[in-house]
Every structure is written in C-alpha cells, then in structure tokens.
C-alpha cells in the first residue's frame, strides 16, 4: 500500500480541466485543503480544551476564476449528480438555503461572514473536485468552508490571519449550517504542516506544531456509517458539557480538576453530566501527557493514552459505536506497541473513523488485518487509507505547462 497521498498532480490536473469543462474557460487560480484527523482531544475543544489534530493527504480542490456579474457559480462533482449546470448563489441576497441543496449553506455562510468584515465579494466561478469523504469525520465541511474563504483571499488579493478566517468558517458552521462546531477542523485545516501535528489551545488559540516520528504512518479506518451530528446527539453533548459547568459554578470544564468531581458540589452533577466532566477532564490531561510523550517518543505511552482515550470517549462521553469500537479493538490486537502504537476513534462519533498509527514497514498487513476484522464482525470492508501528516491549505497557482507551484502556506 503507497504512504504518499493519492497523485496530486493529476488531482490538480481534474479540477482544472473540469473548470473548462464547466466554463469553457481557464481558471484563475487553483486551491487545495486537506483534510484531518485528531490524534487526541476530543470533544473538548467547544470547552476550552487542547486539541491535536493532524492534516491528512485526502484533499478538496477547487479551481475558481472572477465573474462580471454578483453571483457565485458552484459546481461540485460529488453534489452534482445528474445536474450538469452549476449552482447560483446571489451575492446580493445571501440567504441560507434549505433543502437538497444545502453544501451551499457553507458557502453562503462564508462569503456572508467575510462580506460582514467588510471585504467586497466578486462573482466568481468555482468547481470542486475531492478525494475527501464528506461526512466520515475528517472535516469535509470545515474543508468547504475553508476553500471558500480562501477562493475571494486568491481572486481579490485580500489576505487573512489564519486564526480569523477559522472564526469566520466556524461562525458559518454555526449560522448557515446549523453545526454548532469548535474551532478546531476550521484552525486545523488551514493551519496544519506537513510532518506535525497542531496543537491547539481552543481557549486563546494558541498554536504549537509537534514534529512526528518519521517511521510511523496514520492509517484511517472508515466504518461507513454516518455520523448523526446535525440529528442532535452532540448539541446534546454540548448542553451536558454546558449544565455541568453551571453546577459546578466554573466557566468551562477545562478549569475543573479531578479532585473537583470529588467535591461536595460536584455530587449536584449527578451521574450523566458526571460522567461527561469526566471525559473533558481527563481528556485535556491525556492531551498534555500525549504531546510529552510524543516529544520523547515513548509509544508504550502513546499507546496507553490512545486506549484510554478511546474508553473514555465510548463510556464516559458515550458517542462511540460498536463499529468504531470494533475497529479499535481490532488495530489493538495487530501487534506490540512498536509496531501499532496506538488507535482510537476520531472526530465527533456515532460512525466516521479511526486513527492508527502504524509501523511503515507493516502498513499493508495491518490494513489486511483491519479489513478482515472488519468483514469478519460487520460483513463489509471499511475503507482503510494510510498517509503523512500533510500541509495546511494552499492557494497554488494554475497549470502552466510544467508544474503547479504553491503560492502560500498560510
Ligand atoms: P465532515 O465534516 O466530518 O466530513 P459534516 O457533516 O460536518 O462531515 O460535513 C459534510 C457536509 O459538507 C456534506 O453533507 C456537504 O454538505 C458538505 N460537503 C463536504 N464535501 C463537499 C463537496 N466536495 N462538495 C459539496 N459539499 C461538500
Ligand atoms: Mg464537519
């Protein structure tokens, strides 16, 4: 199985041909986010906590070249379906949209927020082409929202702080998509470089990138189910997190020690919200402890901490599943923690993936073992996918004969 990334170049290549395609024209400028995961430091980012999430060489592109008149044509090959005209947002309304066509409402949202910032949008065209899967918890969403922004940076010369920008695509998340997210997949994507991970302190947003160990790939493993984040289960998650910094009298859980969910005042909590302080408290130590262990390249702890953070978010938090938990448990029998250093589910829960780290040398046969797990147990493959830590959003310039170079790194 390769470790490089699925062939950029040709990635480059589609989307924009698939622009002149559309258009019949060339485009302007060419744009590429990648996705992520989180290695540690889940569902503790809406309360102040640590994340450290890495990027991941699965890729949105989008090619994207100015219009005379204030509209937004969007084509998306995976939304298109058998619609072969692109979708028209009017620049001048900006109104949410319900319905089928809702991946506009990332858009829209974005293009609203930097218009309240006062940067004037131009029409503009834009195609989309992705090797990264929506909904499978690896921030297809904060991707869109991201190369949106990034589309009106590249054709208007307008260049944002990264941390502004994360806020506005998460404020479009909230607004236009009814997702009420962290910072974290918005600030990750963008910011993310190739061979770290990020640390991210979702309090002020501070940031520090941690080198990885070079002979250990991420393998994703994909359950295929879907995630039900828009159905309820982690606004409710947030709301527990909220009631319980209420009982506490604390203004986040990040503030809570353990020996503070022995207090007297934490008997209010009762056994729920206990449990879900619980998790937010012992989740931003295993954030602490995994970025030390990291630094010294102790994989029995790294090993440990995955574990334990899996348990914690499966009992304590409650929004694993027995797919992810089956894969879990599968990528801890492959082998010593040398070999597999360690494994857990990713992103919000209820479905999406899991993140191992692997052995490069052992790559293909900890994904054969995965998918025979897998089979075995649910009767069907998960997608299993192996890659580097890769680099945040790009603008790249386009196509001139030779090679697509990038422009900036945010
Ligand atoms: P995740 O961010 O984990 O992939 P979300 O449910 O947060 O999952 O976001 C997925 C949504 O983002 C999709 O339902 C769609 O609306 C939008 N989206 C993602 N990728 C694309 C794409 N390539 N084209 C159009 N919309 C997309
Ligand atoms: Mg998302």
């Not at 949105?60 to 044509?73: K, Y």
């Not at 073992?369 to 580097?388: D, I, K, L, N, S």
Request: with cysteine.
């Amino acid at each position: 199985m390769s470790l490089s990334p699925p062939n950029d170049f040709a990635l480059c290549e589609l989307v924009q041909s698939e622009f002149e395609r559309m258009f019949g024209r060339a485009p302007e400028s060419i744009l590429r986010v990648p996705g992520r995961i989180n290695l540690i430091g889940e569902h503790v980012d809406y309360q102040g906590g640590t994340v450290l999430p890495v990027a991941i060489g699965l890729y949105l592109m989008a090619s994207v070249a100015r219009l005379d008149v204030a509209e937004v044509r969007v084509w998306s090959g995976e939304w298109a379906g058998e619609n072969r005209n692109p979708s028209v947002i009017d620049l001048d309304v900006l109104l949410a949209r319900k319905g089928k066509d809702s991946w506009l409402n990332y858009i829209i949202g974005v293009l609203s927020g930097l218009k309240a910032k006062g940067i004037s949008i131009p029409g503009f065209e834009m195609v989309l082409v992705s090797t990264l899967p929506a909904g499978a918890g690896l921030s297809s969403s904060a991707a869109l929202e991201t190369i949106t922004a990034l589309a009106v940076e590249a054709l208007t010369g307008e260049s944002l702080d990264v941390v502004e920008r994360a806020l506005i695509c998460q404020q479009a998340e909230h607004q236009f998509a009814g997702v009420p997210c962290g910072i974290m997949d918005q600030l990750a994507v963008a910011a993310c470089r190739a061979g770290h991970a990020l640390r991210i302190d979702c309090r002020d947003l501070s940031m520090e990138w941690i080198p990885l160990p070079e002979e250990y790939a991420l393998v994703v493993a994909a359950t295929g189910v879907k995630h039900a984040l828009v159905d309820g289960e982690y606004q409710k998650r947030r709301e527990e997190c909220a009631e319980a910094c209420v009982r506490l009298e604390v203004l986040s859980l990040r503030d809570v020690s353990f020996s503070d969910l022995e207090s007297v005042r934490a008997q209010r909590l009762g056994e729920r919200l206990r449990k879900r302080a619980y998790h937010v408290v012992s989740e931003v130590m295993r954030v602490s402890a995994f970025c030390e262990a990291l630094k010294r390249r102790n994989v029995e702890e790294i090993s440990q901490i995955m574990r334990s953070g899996h348990q914690s978010l499966r009992d304590d938090f409650e929004v694993s599943c027995p797919e992810l938990d089956a894969l879990v448990e599968a990528a801890y029998r492959f082998g010593p923690p040398h070999t597999m250093p360690g494994s857990r589910m990713t992103g919000g829960g209820f479905g999406g993936s899991t993140v191992s780290l692997v052995h490069v040398d052992r790559v293909a046969d900890f994904k054969s073992h995965m998918e025979a797990a897998y089979r075995h147990e649910f009767g069907r493959c998960p997608q299993v996918f192996a890659t580097r830590a890769a680099a945040g959003a790009e603008i790249l310039s386009v196509y001139r004969g030779t090679t697509f170079s990038s422009k900036r790194t945010p």
